[in-house]
């Protein structure tokens, strides 16, 4: 099949293809503007009492800066318009990205390629921009290591001499991540916390890079021309800003997604869902692309697609239920709401998300606060995502694609959450890169877009 898939590409579309003739330019022109907008937001904002770098609240030591803090500008990343330069920035990096995929075939496979790289290394290299989560990984895995308590009834409060302590974000809320991540973060707590963040970062952009190589080998397989896929994926700003500078986890989270989307692709069915599920391992997630890869028809003759159903399903709950057991055996079962869609992260709300904003919105035209409306509107979400994702569950078993239904449940999911913050977007550009339909670009591009002031400090 991946033969088949392969002799089906455009001759052009091969690594080191070259650009056509006369129409490399604006394209080229468009990534190498984005290119000099990703160094200053990577570069300038390494400089001691950063208002972009979170954690210097927590203090400035070289280690936490980074190699860049040479490029550094003090008096403008710790001034008032640290930001909101910054956000400026995010927002010409966004604009520069959407003319670099309209006008993605000027680009050759392995001007792609290596850009993509290139950038992963100069964000793998900058300051934790705009977030503290990475030191909330620490303190989780240095909670059960150097202090004996279990991260998922224990907060970053309740060691507040640790090291990690002053860096650390939430530092009230106990871990809400999968416990086979936390597991593979204990070994780093003996290393110390500037040994430990560098590690993560380097995790982060290679599982980052990961994806964007298994979606390019997917769209392969798919029989696609896998540039633009991979520049949806490895140049938007919250991958690389957020997901590699900022140290997120959501690119290890996702890596075995990308995997099952590969799997998928290569016709081995039953592996699919079970790797998309694996992904529960870190976030819960991960799990929503499962059920479309289950359910997926492609012309079968129903007993067949039943018993194919039936096993992808078996492999999954598989998967799902030897993530719960390690849960269980290493943590307890409050590690359990971190394998679940309805994680605790639900009771918190970000200003942002699609809830908020319509509660906001009803108490601006009805009596009360948004308060009194939050649960009702909440519920009224919850109720719109179920909805859409069994109506596109029954259209996949209808013979829909499944990677194109799996992207719009996932839209659904981050419209519908209460909590919403940027990295989150990682989620839907996976599937997004390889579906078919045009509308859900667009769409990735528009939610980022909405997304891009959270975390900023304007302030």
Partial sequence: ??????????????????????????????????????????????????????????????????????????SLADGPLGGPLFYAGLWLALLLYVCVLARWRDLSARTALSTIAGLHLLFLLAPPLLSQDVFSYIAYARLGVGHSLNPYTHAPNDIPLDAVYPFAGSKDASSVYGPVFTLLTYPLAPLGVPAAFWILKAVAAAASL???????????????????????????PHVLVHVVGGAHNEALMMLPAAAALRAWAAGRRALGPALATLGAAVKATSIVLAPYLALAQEGRPRPEARRSLVRALAAAAAVAAGIALIALVAFGSHALDAVSLLSSNQERSSRWSFPYKTAQALAAVLPGDRLEYRDAVRAVYAAAFAGVALLLMWRTWRGADPIWAAAWATFALLVASAWLVPWYLLWLLVPTALARGRALVPAAVALSAWTLVIAVPLR
């Fill in 210 to 236: 990961g994806v964007v190589l298994l979606v390019w080998r997917a769209a392969r397989l798919l029989g696609r021309d896998p540039v633009l896929p991979a520049l949806i994926v490895g140049l938007n």
């Fill in 1 to 74: 099949m991946a033969t088949r898939a392969a002799r089906r590409l455009p001759a052009s579309s091969g690594p080191g293809a070259a650009a056509a003739p006369g129409r490399g330019r604006p394209g080229l022109l468009a990534l190498g503007a984005l290119c000099a907008v990703y160094a200053a937001l990577a570069a300038l904002p390494a400089a001691p009492g950063s208002n972009v770098v979170l954690a210097t609240v927590g203090g400035s030591p070289g280690w936490l800066l980074g190699p860049l803090r040479f490029a550094g500008i003090e």
